[in-house]
């Protein structure tokens, strides 16, 4: 017997700007078992994260040094 997983990766471009609500909505309807976001600042994660409610739980780590800008990084998400 088989077990499916649904992953979403998306490139969020965070430091253009991330409307979280509306990521979220998108990640409610695709129902994803795991998320991968790739240039994401923390808070964009922290408040997508928050955005899709509390069960869904938040890891992140930016991607290299020096940092001249605000950090981005990848973000994994998911609510198991």
């Given at each position: 017997m088989?077990?499916?997983?649904?992953?979403?990766t998306w490139?969020?471009q965070?430091?253009?700007g991330?409307?979280?609500?509306?990521?979220?909505?998108?990640?409610?309807?695709?129902?994803p078992?795991?998320?991968?976001?790739q240039?994401?600042?923390?808070a964009?994660?922290?408040?997508?994260?928050?955005?899709?409610?509390?069960?869904?739980?938040?890891?992140?780590?930016?991607?290299?040094?020096?940092?001249?800008?605000?950090?981005?990084g990848?973000?994994?998400?998911?609510?198991h």
């Amino acid at each position: 017997m088989a077990t499916e997983l649904t992953v979403v990766t998306w490139n969020v471009q965070g430091r253009a700007g991330v409307d979280a609500p509306a990521v979220a909505a998108v990640l409610r309807r695709a129902r994803p078992d795991v998320v991968a976001l790739q240039e994401v600042q923390r808070a964009q994660a922290r408040a997508i994260s928050a955005a899709l409610g509390p069960r869904w739980h938040l890891v992140w780590g930016f991607k290299h040094w020096p940092v001249v800008n605000r950090p981005e990084g990848v973000a994994v998400l998911s609510p198991h």
